[in-house]
């Protein structure tokens, strides 16, 4: 296993820079750089070479299935979770009186507005999160409806790092009867996802954050079996079982979650994912989680030690990377801390430190210290 230094050389902004924002945007690899140049050559010499395009794409696609134990033709290729959510909403349909959709109100707001746009066909409910800013299990418990037909939720939540027990909370949504739909944007690259294990029938996750990658391509988990049942209703010439065929009249899906597929993939963010893929496949993340949760924990005593005040009061054992620190004027300090040669990520009022296996002991204190100046200052 590569360790933290020798791994943090491979990204050239680590020589200059603190960045912290794997929330948000990773660090870039020199060979997701390379990736992109070796488009960009082909393009330019070539013209065009469709079948290294392709190849590149399904790679990627082949890969992401590996990293959480599902077959590649359980995996779509989509432009974002906004798409994945999206071409989910609009294919299911309700089953007698099964209609009613729970979201979470810690959900990235996109999935909420995805299932809004549904309300003429679905009983959308949002569940309050508790005190704390998260559910638990028996939360679900006693609020999830018998009508349930689905359950969407984060693995890690955007604001502050929560990480779910996500088989726990899959064993409460089918008790009722119903489907889970996992966003997984926050959690994937930085902790060890099973889709099997953890019975998930949906579950979608972008490249830019933990995952090392370039916004433009996410993957859509389908669990075959469902797959098979639905009808797409956002879909493409690639979602055809023979998408060569050419066939304006035809309306032949493809099997599993290949029928959720829809245009032309986005060749130039294939290849960034293909080798940021490259990259995860040869980490052990399990590890990587254990070293996410050292820097967790250096992260939680230097807060303390400054006096700032945390919004990721969890036990080390249900938080992601992500440590938020309250600050009223976040967008503002982000900035600031920026000109330091400090990236960390601002959402709403809070100052998002994640880190992720490049990052060190060191590069958190010096933030946390840095952002402590910063609100003395303020």
Known sequence: ??????????????????????????????????????????????????????????????LFAKQINAQPNEVAIVS?????????????????????VVITDFDFPTIGHVWR???????????????NGFNTVADYRSSLPDNLLLFSTSHVNFYNGYKQDLQAISSCVHEKGGYLFVDAYQSFGQTPIDVKAMNIDFLAAGMQKYGL????????????????????????????????????RGKDYAEA?????????????GY???????????????????????????????????????????????????????????????????KEGIVVSARNDVIRIAPHYYNTEDDVKTAIHALAKQLIKV
């Open 213 to 248: 990658g370039i916004p433009g391509i996410a993957f859509l988990y389908v669990n075959e079996e469902i797959a098979n049942t639905l009808t797409p209703k956002i879909t493409g010439w690639f979602g055809q079982a023979n998408p060569f065929a050419f066939d304006v």
């Open 257 to 269: 979650a290949r029928r959720f597929d829809s245009g032309t993939f986005p060749m130039i963010n």
């Open 1 to 62: 296993m590569i360790t933290t230094e020798q791994f943090r050389k491979q990204f050239p902004i680590l020589q200059h820079k603190i960045q912290l924002s794997s929330c948000s945007q990773s660090a870039m690899h020199v060979s997701v750089k390379d990736s992109i140049q070796n488009y960009m050559h082909s393009w330019e010499h070539d013209g065009m070479d469709w079948m290294q395009w392709m190849n590149a794409c399904e790679g990627a696609r082949a």
């Open 80 to 100: 974002s979770v906004s798409h994945a959510a999206a071409a989910i909403s609009t294919s299911l349909e309700p089953k007698g009186k099964r209609n009613k």
């Open 272 to 338: 960034a994912a293909h080798a940021a893929l490259k990259i995860l496949d040869g980490l052990d993340l399990v590890h990587v989680e254990s070293h996410l949760k050292y820097l967790s924990e250096i992260a939680r005593n230097e807060i303390l030690n400054t006096e700032l005040e945390s919004r990721s009061l969890f036990d080390l054992d249900e938080k992601g990377s992500s440590t938020a620190v309250f600050v009223n004027n976040a967008s503002e300090v982000e900035q600031l801390l920026a």
């Open 117 to 131: 746009s549904k309300e003429h066909d679905f009983d959308v409910e949002f569940l309050k999160q508790n005190k």
